[in-house]
């Protein structure tokens, strides 16, 4: 296996483009073959893939892998594989009748090399399912893995030199200095998941070559439970979502919404829910650590500051000291001032804060004060409400009556909108997002295009007036 450094990279880059050049537009075999290689790596080394990310986060339950790394990266195979004949057929676009008998068509063509910045929460996952597209939509893959993650991400490198030509999919490990010079590669397109903070420098970047960008950036995504919901299962489906790697996904709900005076028994049924899900607290091996020294400094400083402004804080168990890392408790946090780091910035960790509210008016009106989230999620049965929260709101995704589990659904496109992200992918969203639709026009033989050659006619002139 070739390792990379930041010294290599356009070197790799243009040994990629130089391949596509010689393969411009892959056929349906091809593009099946090199998905079916990125399913079989994952496949096969699933047990090595669970191994590595539970090195680099201290403790990852292996449930948790499975599901949430592995199964969704084969599962967006499967969906490519079995549409990809339909998406790369040309479509017809319909023709105004003054053009009639001409013909237009839109193709949709490969971008060339995309390059893909992945973080370190799902480090598997959230590199491999836009290659999945890119690869789908006949491009050339570069990926860029977390530092923060380095035994997964060697394992990554060393899976796909066996698995691809370096020309097809390569993968480049290295520090935050080998991904700024990643970034500022000429790529064809660039998708960059992570933080808000850095996606504005990863876009700046690109802007120096054009690049075209898409950001998954997260956000503070609210849950609101309406007067209606039935909280046990609001809660179970909330604690779900949240306590999911403890916290670090950037769909978790960030922030509950519930009318006040049922505000102390949601509490309750997320206290027993907790209990259920995990009888054996932080210690169990279903319950996830937190990911590097610095993220916990920083969730540590976030509760300090509550507790410091006199929030109430019923943590639903003790943290655990790893010899690599530490187990966070999911921590509920009532009723915290506005102003608070909790609340303005996403928090990626198991504290949950819980806002009582008058009613659902409150509740809209508090999230439309906010940056557009990457979901919301809402508790009702009332088809009513969950219109008046689809016109009123706005956010990546919505889910009613659960979370997260938009994400799993490949026809769904996925991706924010404002300060959660740009652009969509994920299935045939993905595909179109990696591909260029290139507008085919096509004259017939016998037609009256000349009839508006110079020079111009009076009666033209009348007609076009018309």
């Not at 290599?8 to 073959?33: G, V």
């Not at 999230?367 to 009513?384: E, G, I, K, N, S």
């Amino acid at each position: 296996m070739r390792m990379a450094n930041a010294r290599d990279l356009p070197a790799r880059l243009d040994e990629q483009r130089r391949a596509f050049a010689a393969e411009r537009f892959p056929s349906l075999a091809t593009r099946r073959d090199r998905l079916a290689r990125l399913a079989t790596m994952t496949r096969h080394h699933r047990d090595e893939i669970a191994l590595a990310i539970r090195q680099d986060f201290g403790h990852r339950a292996e449930a948790e892998t499975r599901l949430a790394e592995v199964a969704t990266v084969l599962q967006a195979v499967r969906h490519a594989r079995r549409h990809l004949r339909r998406w790369m057929r040309p479509r017809r676009a319909a023709m105004p009748l003054r053009l009639w008998p001409a013909r237009a068509r839109v193709h949709r063509q490969p971008l060339g090399v995309v390059g893909i910045v992945a973080p370190a929460n799902y480090p598997w996952n959230l590199a491999l399912l836009p290659a999945v597209d890119a690869l789908a939509a006949g491009n050339r893959v570069m990926i860029k893995p977390s530092e923060q993650t380095p035994t997964t991400s060697e394992l990554m490198a060393r899976l796909a030199a066996r698995y691809f030509a370096d020309d097809e999919l390569c993968v480049v490990t290295g520090d935050a200095d080998t991904a700024r010079t990643f970034a500022a590669l000429p790529f064809d397109h660039l998708l960059f998941t992570g933080s808000a903070r850095v996606g504005r420098e990863v876009a700046r970047a690109a802007a120096a070559n054009l690049t075209p960008v898409t950001l998954e950036l997260g956000g503070k995504t609210p849950a609101i439970v309406a007067d209606d919901a039935d909280l046990e299962h609001a809660a179970r489906r909330i604690a779900f979502g949240k306590w999911l790697n403890a916290g670090q996904t950037c769909i978790a709900p960030d922030y509950v919404l519930i009318d006040e005076p049922r505000l102390g028994a949601f509490v309750e049924a997320l206290t027993r829910t907790v209990k259920r899900f995990h009888p054996r607290g932080t210690a169990g091996d279903d319950y996830t650590a937190i990911l590097g020294e610095r993220h916990r400094e920083r969730l540590d400083a976030m509760l300090e500051e509550a507790r410091d402004h006199g929030c109430r804080v019923i943590p639903l168990g003790e943290p655990v000291e790893l010899r690599e890392g530490a187990k966070l408790p999911p921590t509920l946090v009532i009723d915290p001032h506005e102003g608070l780091m909790l609340m303005h910035e996403e928090i990626f960790g198991p504290w949950l804060p819980i806002l009582g509210v008058r009613d659902l008016e409150a509740a809209l009106a508090f999230v439309q004060r906010r940056p557009h989230p990457l979901a919301l999620y809402a508790f009702t049965d009332d088809p009513a409400r969950r219109q008046r929260i689809l016109r009123e709101t706005h956010s990546g995704g919505v889910v009613f009556n659960d979370t997260l589990w938009h994400n799993a659904v490949p026809a769904l496109p996925f991706g924010g909108v404002g300060e959660s992200g740009m652009g969509a992918y994920h299935g045939e969203a993905g595909f179109r997002r990696f591909s260029h639709e290139r507008g085919v026009f096509q004259q017939a033989r016998r037609n009256a295009a000349g009839l508006l050659d110079p020079p111009y006619r009076r009666w033209l002139l009348r007609l076009l007036g018309l």
